[in-house]
């Protein structure tokens, strides 16, 4: 009989942290959001990479962001064919229940998703078969993006980031396919915004909707 496992030693050391030197400090906040519930301002869209958490990013509170997290941030084009969803449901509640103002797609340096489709796209008829059940079709979804690419680097690197920025852009595109939130940008209730984050240097590049670009955040 295999030995019952117990609770990672890790996680009970962080939230003794937690409890011990945090908490003090925002239980008032935490009190108030179990009273009220939560009203955050913003929703973001990111990946599930560890090194990449947007609470930690954006030095937020508890109860200021809505974040949805998934490989390669992708955001999936409005599709309700009565199967499960679990990204497009987490956006609908974010727009339709918390009435979020702002909608930030963010991805970051090193995708692994993205990577794992630029090899697959690369190996074509000859990629060997995925024993994953969910990850291949999933990550499918960058293949639009790549006619929004608008940088033209020769090293591979480059050229990962440069699609990194397009599937930003993507799912961009895609969230203004969801009509709640295209009628709500419409009337100036809502905002749709992306950025990247360089996990080697921490900087944020911003996207200028204007221009189409990233850049560096200047705070």
């Avoid at 019952?4 to 937690?18: D, E, I, K, M």
């Avoid at 954006?58 to 084009?77: C, H, T, W």
């Avoid at 974010?94 to 090193?110: A, C, F, T």
């Avoid at 000859?126 to 979804?141: D, Q, V």
Wanted: aromatic share 8%.
């Amino acid at each position: 009989m295999t030995e019952t496992p117990a609770f990672p030693s890790r996680l009970l050391r962080g939230y003794t942290a937690f409890r011990d030197q945090r908490l003090p400090q925002e239980s008032a906040r935490y009190r108030i959001l179990a009273e009220t519930g939560q009203r955050p301002r913003t929703m973001i869209i990111g990946c599930c990479d560890s090194r990449a958490a947007p609470e930690t990013i954006f030095d937020a509170a508890p109860g200021e962001l809505f974040v949805i997290r998934n490989v390669a941030n992708l955001v999936p084009p409005y599709d309700p064919d009565g199967e499960y969803h679990g990204t497009s449901a987490a956006i609908e509640f974010g727009v339709m229940g918390l009435k979020v103002r702002y909608i930030l797609v963010m991805g970051h340096g090193r995708c692994g998703g993205v990577q794992a489709y630029i090899a697959s796209r690369d190996a074509g008829p000859n990629a060997p078969e995925e024993p994953s059940a969910f990850i291949g079709k999933w990550i499918t979804l960058v293949a639009p993006a790549e006619k929004l690419v608008c940088e033209s680097p020769e090293d591979a690197a480059g050229r990962q980031r440069a699609l990194e920025f397009a599937s930003i852009r993507q799912g961009i595109e895609n969230l203004r396919t969801f009509p709640s939130i295209r009628n709500l940008e419409e009337i100036g209730e809502i905002e749709l915004h992306g950025a990247w984050f360089d996990i080697s240097t921490g900087e944020l590049h911003v996207l200028d909707q204007k221009t189409g670009r990233f850049e560096v955040a200047k705070g």
